[in-house]
């Protein structure tokens, strides 16, 4: 059997928002990797926040970050696979998001950076010469994701506005409350998993997969044993075979030295 190790990073191997690996963690990833067992990082983040983290993901040199839409070459610094929204076709979902959802605001991550509409705030690694402008002239290149938020809606008000706007148009998902993120049609974490292991020639039998989040859903679901995490959402719980313990205390490392 072929054992692989697919684990969201923010709530679940890590703290939100982290930079670095706790130490605990990092141990039993090196275990991991000693023994040939491969831990793919599956996560929402760009590519853009990566860099500090990818001296943690050992000789398998893979990862798979914004929801699914790029699969990294870790080694190399080289997408192998993107899936994303053009303009053309993602300006109309801009379109008829705007009109279901009173003051959302617009942004796109591409792969060089991240392009934001003029009402955008972005609380989270805003790089200093991030392009800022209408949609309509800003976005030159294909998006791995489209990002919404809505100051002025609740948090649940903002995603069924999204989801009726976009229908089957696109793959809309949520990581945290207030930010709805939007790849292209299919594109999930699961999506980009299934095709990595095939590659790799391992079967869902043999994924254990870690997550807390709903765009999570996805790959617990295709996995062949899945975590959630303790404190994850209610919605992660009811389709995970079973309970991590929580992030802060390195549940996902725990329950890995077990199965090492």
């Excluded at 279901?100 to 950076?113: H, K």
């Excluded at 998993?193 to 254990?208: M, P």
Aim: with cysteine; net charge negative.
């Amino acid at each position: 059997m072929s054992l692989l190790v697919a684990t969201d990073l923010d709530g679940t191997l890590l703290p939100y928002d982290s930079d670095s690996v706790p130490p605990y963690t990092a141990e039993v990833l090196r275990r991991a990797d000693a023994a040939g067992v491969p831990i793919v990082f599956v996560t929402a983040r760009p590519l853009r926040w990566m860099e500090p983290l990818w001296r943690y993901v050992g000789e398998h040199g893979r990862a798979i970050v914004s929801n699914g839409a790029i699969t990294y070459d870790v080694h190399r610094r080289t997408p192998v696979a993107v899936s994303g929204i053009d303009p053309g076709p993602g300006l109309e979902l801009v379109a008829a998001i705007a009109e279901s959802v009173p003051g959302a605001s617009f942004a796109v991550e591409c792969l060089d950076g991240i392009r934001q509409d003029p009402h955008w705030e972005e609380p989270y690694h805003l790089p200093p010469d991030a392009v800022r402008g209408p949609l309509a002239d800003v976005w030159d290149a294909t998006a791995v994701k489209l990002l919404v938020r809505a100051p002025g809606s609740s948090a649940d008000a903002l995603r069924d506005g999204v989801v009726a706007a976009v229908g089957d148009l696109a793959t809309p998902t949520w990581s945290v409350p207030g930010l709805m993120e939007i790849s292209a049609t299919g594109v999930t974490k699961a999506s980009a998993l299934v095709a990595l292991c095939a590659g790799l020639g391992v079967e869902a039998a043999d994924v254990v997969a870690f997550g807390d989040m709903p765009n999570d859903i996805p790959m617990l679901a295709w996995a062949g044993t899945s975590y959630a995490m303790a404190d994850a959402h209610e919605s992660v719980r009811e389709v995970a075979d079973h309970v991590a313990p929580p992030c802060a205390d390195e549940g996902v490392a725990q329950v890995l030295a077990t199965l090492l």
